[in-house]
């Protein structure tokens, strides 16, 4: 009698698990360029396949989350980082406030410190909350990205595999959009100030030299670089359960 074989499927999904026990095992004796251990190009392949993100999901999310730990200091727990953006929003609506009491160049100063604080503080906030949408859980808050340094918001990569392909790449669309928009809003909010009108040609110069930025560079290195491969990963899994079966 022939001894049972894994099915294609089965043999793909061991394969998997033995990759990640590799990849955690080498990040617990301290490897932390997940990249050169292969972790994403195996991720790549969990995205695309329901079963083994059930399987291996979890796994995947304590080695992420180890790396990430151990390769970023400056970090503190998400609600902390969550309150202190809507802070930093809060004193835009003061900045707009002083700038309809205040004249001349401390107005035009304060709507633009407005349009900046409100493109800072929106970003982490719009992540936070497009994620909760998808039922995404996050570790950490922290700075960190090419200088200079900005603020994120780190995903519990497990909560983050199990969500639909779609809702994560709107999670990474989301924060983009809303720094996009900070200065846009503040510039609308300019006739109701005393500001003078080089603060709106600034702020209408800070999104346009944003959206500029996000079309030469956020499509090949951040946030609209992920909505795109999440989106494909979306259309990948649509089509397999789309395509006619073969007769």
């Keep these: 009698m022939e001894p049972l074989r894994p099915t294609p499927d089965q043999a793909t999904h061991m394969e998997m698990g033995r990759e990640l026990d590799r990849i955690e095992a080498a990040v617990a004796d301290g490897e932390r360029d997940l990249r050169t251990l292969g972790f994403w190009k195996v991720v790549g392949a969990i995205k695309r396949d329901r079963a083994a993100i059930l399987a291996h999901a979890d796994q995947a999310g304590r080695i992420d989350t180890a ?9 503190v727990r998400p609600w902390i980082g969550g309150v202190s953006m809507l802070v930093l929003s809060a004193a835009g609506v003061v900045g707009v406030v002083l700038a309809a009491t205040w004249t001349g160049t401390w107005a035009g100063l304060a709507l633009l410190g407005a349009g900046v604080a409100w493109s800072i503080g929106w970003h982490l906030p719009a992540h936070a909350f497009v994620g909760w949408l998808a039922n995404i859980r996050y570790t950490d808050a922290f700075l960190g990205g090419p200088p200079p340094p900005r603020p994120g918001i780190k995903t519990d990569y497990a909560t983050y595999l199990k969500a639909e ?23 609308v909010l300019w006739p109701a ?26 499509t090949k290195s951040s946030d609209w670089k992920k909505f795109r491969r999440e989106r494909a990963v979306a259309r990948s899994i649509q089509e397999t359960f789309v395509r006619p079966k073969p007769r």
Excluded: E, Y
């Design 165 to 187: 392909p779609s809702m994560r790449a709107w999670f990474h669309a989301s924060g983009a959009i809303a720094t996009k928009l900070a200065p846009f809003a503040a510039l």
């Design 67 to 75: 790396a990430f730990r151990a390769g970023v200091r400056t970090r």
């Design 193 to 218: 100030t005393n500001a003078p009108a080089w603060a709106a040609w600034a702020l209408l110069a800070i999104g346009v030299l944003q959206i500029v930025t996000d079309v030469t560079l956020s």
